[in-house]
């Protein structure tokens, strides 16, 4: 089972360009989430998504965008990159809340440095 | 509002040594979830152990332990017997059953030395 996809592993950008990560899953879950990890910081939320077609933010939402146009895909972008988004990248996703406070299941997480 | 604080930093300890890991959670929902993750050097996380908020029972997995208290609002992490293998962020996180947000702390870097 692949599980949580993320794409790419790692990218290093130049100050204002624009680049999208993608996270894919195939265990048909319908919530979704983008996490940032920096040093001292631990995971913060970003934006997560509660079904195709939703989305909604997180605690650090400022500088991002997200879709979820299809379950099994949900789109991180960074329309004009900053130095302060460097980071490490993770996606999760999990079952709906009625199969009870199920776990969340994580990618591998992507390395985006910008310059 | 919804908040994990992990006040322990950074932990070392020499192999067999007992560790816990603290965990002190914020809510204002009566049904919340708590968790445990694993961050080892090569970065992924890994999911250790979820507990409901209502069922307060100690679980104990192997070498691992864990005592929730909803008294305290603490759901503390023990390693008996550490090894180097242990080494890791550790990582608590709650969501709430009226939240769709899972929040994390911010982690505790363990070190086990041989």
């Known amino acids: 089972n692949a599980g949580v996809t993320q794409t790419p592993k790692f990218r290093v950008l130049k100050t204002g360009q624009s680049m999208t990560l993608l996270c894919a899953q195939d265990m048909n879950h319908e919530y979704m989430y983008w996490y940032r990890q920096d040093p001292g910081m631990g995971l913060r939320l970003i934006h997560y998504?509660?079904?195709?077609?939703?989305?909604a933010k997180g605690e650090v939402p400022d500088g991002y965008n997200v879709s979820r146009l299809k379950k099994q895909n949900f789109l991180l972008g960074l329309e004009s990159a900053a130095p302060s988004q460097t980071s490490v990248y993770f996606c999760a996703s999990r079952p709906a809340s009625g199969t009870g406070g199920t776990e969340a299941f994580f990618g591998q997480g992507t390395r985006l440095t910008v310059v | 509002a919804q908040k994990v604080t992990q006040a322990q930093t950074e932990i070392s300890v020499v192999e067999k040594e007992d560790v816990t890991l603290d965990c002190v959670y914020e809510t204002r929902d009566t049904t919340y979830y708590l968790f445990w993750y694993k961050q080892p050097p090569s970065g992924e996380l890994v999911f250790l152990i979820r507990r409901n908020s209502f069922d307060e029972q100690n679980e104990i997995s192997g070498r691992y332990s864990w005592n929730f208290q909803k008294s305290t609002s603490s759901f503390n992490f023990t390693i008996t017997a550490s090894q180097v293998v242990d080494s890791a962020v550790y990582f608590c996180a709650l969501r709430g059953l009226n939240t769709d947000k899972l929040i994390f702390g911010t982690g505790t870097r363990l070190q086990v030395f041989p």
């Open positions: 998504s509660v079904g195709e077609g939703t989305t």
